[in-house]
């Protein structure tokens, strides 16, 4: 195991200098996830403004990252998010995270705030700031264009903020990979760029891979993984053919796939939005998210008739679907690629603005938004051309549209009578996973540490949903506990969490050998991924987070399910925090125990 380089970059000063991050700690925390949040705690202060220079904003690689290993095309992102108020990391796919690894580099973290509109050019280890006044207000694909062609190196990666994050719109997201629009979507990152005044980076490509700490054990890894795949032709056709989107159907006859505003189970329009159903009318490519994916799941969409003629998208993806179409009662694909065309050039997370949009809705039918306050604007449920435009206001920051870029939680403070069905945890809308009825998912949706967050902790719905065993109470704290640990270590690795499906905790002990030369046993890994998790939850408890914040949207605590499978159900959810709590060394408040910061290393 080597030391880490941190590449820091201050937006104030203009200066820059490398940082080393200790091996011990490199073989502590893994990288990734892991390492953001070691750096996280470290270096903000408690009560940091988010969008204050003093944040910093960190992207990640792991030790999958620069070499060419199966499913390893991600970077991750961290920061204290402006949308919560808490710890943040965020996931996408692309190259950034290879090309900081190829470049010696295990982060980049940038701080300070630019006197002028700024971008970053990064190369062989030295950072040169440049001017993006002539970029700021472009959209997310044409400024990374634009600082590409600037910058001299055609084949680097790229990422930028598009208008939303400009105006520190707190659901603003940072785009990478030009037109694939691949997104750090969740919890406002691209407002914490915004407010440093930074459009951009650009990372120069070095000119091929590190090498791996053991090149035999890493080929072999790849045929392994090879194996695995043909023993699942299934899951890979599936993927292929139909993306993260593929059993929505299913999803809906569990009871899982929200509908209205998280109101309702039953979606008559399931078909015409759900990827498997509608293969002929809406023809999708087939691309991978990025390199050495070696069964891609994602799908390039145009529309080629009908209003929306001419948008295109890479996506959408399930979360996109649950978020723009059921949950806003629309069952119009080609509405929903539109929608999803303008969050991706304007910079904007599909999810929370999809459930900004249905909180809207439910405002409006309800009495609570008038038709003036709407700007004229028919805001039902079902109205797709409604949710198009009312997506394309929260984009350009008009009206109504201002507010709601800011997320359910601050709108409904504006808007009184509305706080019971603003859906978040935290202040993040969530994935979607309705929970009444599936007593792990909801504990999770609770836990999490950046809030409504499907990822973070795993994802028990489909467990539960699959086993039968939702409406269970005992054993949810030893399942979320299990779910957490493997979601994190691959976030670590840094993986495809979508593999995980195939490959499971077995692949990460070869990967690490063979990529760094670190052995690592089941219980060194459990170790490793506890840490992590506490330590996100040390971070949000010094915020002044605890037992309280722990909590679910009134709607799904007091309002029983209105229909579908689990009709009548409401979350019982103290009890599961209760049963959480212990299982991960926790008391009665949430706070590690003293016996498990000891056991992990950590102080509190």
């Known amino acids: 195991m080597k030391d880490g380089q941190l590449l820091v970059a201050d937006l104030s000063k203009r200066s820059f200098h490398t940082e080393t991050i200790p091996a011990q700690i490199m073989a502590d925390y893994v990288g990734g996830r892991g390492l953001v949040a070691h750096l996280l705690y470290g270096k903000v202060i408690p009560g940091t403004d988010p969008l204050g220079p003093q944040n910093p904003l960190i992207f990640v690689a792991g030790p999958a990252q620069g070499l060419s290993a199966p499913y390893s095309p991600k970077t991750v992102l961290g920061t204290k998010s402006p949308l919560t108020g808490t710890y943040l990391y965020s996931v996408a796919s692309g190259s950034f995270g290879h090309d900081l690894a190829r470049a010696g580099l295990s982060g980049l973290m940038i701080t300070g705030s630019a006197q002028e509109p700024t971008y970053l050019v990064v190369e062989s280890g030295r950072v040169s700031f440049r001017s993006a006044r002539h970029l700021w207000g472009k959209k997310t694909v044409e400024a990374q264009q634009a600082m590409v062609a600037d910058s001299g190196h055609p084949r680097a990666s790229v990422l930028a903020i598009g208008p939303a994050g400009e105006r520190e719109a707190l659901l603003a997201a940072i785009v990478t990979e030009g037109e694939r629009c691949r997104t750090f979507g969740r919890g406002g990152p691209g407002a914490v760029m915004g407010s440093k005044n930074l459009k951009g980076v650009v990372l120069a490509r070095e000119a091929s891979n590190k090498a791996a700490a053991d090149p035999q054990a890493f080929q072999d890894f790849w045929k392994w993984v090879n194996r695995k795949l043909k023993e699942a032709p299934m899951w890979v056709e599936e993927r292929r053919l139909y993306g993260t989107g593929a059993d929505m159907v299913t999803l809906l006859k569990q009871g899982i796939l929200p509908v209205r505003n998280w109101q309702s189970a039953v979606f008559p329009g399931v078909e015409k939005i759900c990827p498997a159903t509608t293969t002929e009318e809406y023809p999708r490519q087939s691309v991978a998210c990025g390199p050495y994916c070696p069964s891609p799941c994602s799908h390039i969409s145009r529309i080629e008739s009908g209003p929306y003629k001419g948008a295109r998208t890479e996506g959408p993806e399930y979360e996109t679907y649950y978020a723009m179409g059921s949950n806003c009662g629309v069952d119009r694909m080609d509405a929903i690629v539109a929608a999803e065309e303008i969050c991706d050039q304007y910079g904007l997370d599909t999810m929370s603005v999809g459930l900004a949009i249905s909180f809207a809705m439910e405002c409006y039918e309800k009495g609570l938004l008038s038709s003036q306050d709407a700007e004229e604007l028919d805001l039902r449920f079902g109205n797709h051309a409604a949710m198009v435009e009312m997506t394309r206001r929260i984009a350009e920051g008009q009206g109504l549209g201002r507010l709601l870029g800011q997320g359910t939680r601050v709108a409904s403070r504006e808007i009184p009578g509305s706080e019971e069905f603003a859906i978040n945890m935290k202040g993040m809308e969530p994935g979607g996973y309705e929970c009444r009825g599936l007593n792990g998912q909801a504990v999770q949706f609770a836990l999490s540490p950046r809030g409504g967050c499907h990822h973070a902790l795993g994802l028990p719905a ?28 691959y976030d670590c690795a840094i993986l495809c969490t979508f593999s995980q499906a195939i490959l499971g905790r077995e692949a990460l002990p070869p ?22 998790l506490t330590l996100e939850r040390l971070f949000n408890l010094r915020e002044g987070l605890g037992r309280t914040d722990d909590t679910l949207p009134g709607r799904l605590l007091k309002e029983p399910m209105a229909d579908g499978p689990n009709k ?19 008391d009665f408040e949430g706070r590690p125990t003293a016996a498990t910061l000891r056991e992990l290393g950590l102080r509190s």
């Not at 009548?568 to 926790?586: I, R």
């Open 511 to 532: 990967l690490l050998q063979a990529a760094w030369g670190q052995s690592y046993s089941p219980e060194e890994l459990d170790k490793v991924g506890l840490r992590i």
């Open 568 to 586: 009548g159900l409401v979350v019982d959810l103290e009890p599961l925090k209760d049963d959480a709590y212990a299982a991960l060394g926790w």
């Open 462 to 489: 489909r467990a539960e949903a699959a086993r039968g065993t939702g409406r269970e109470t005992t054993g949810k704290g030893q399942l979320l506990k299990k779910g957490a640990v493997d979601r994190i270590l």
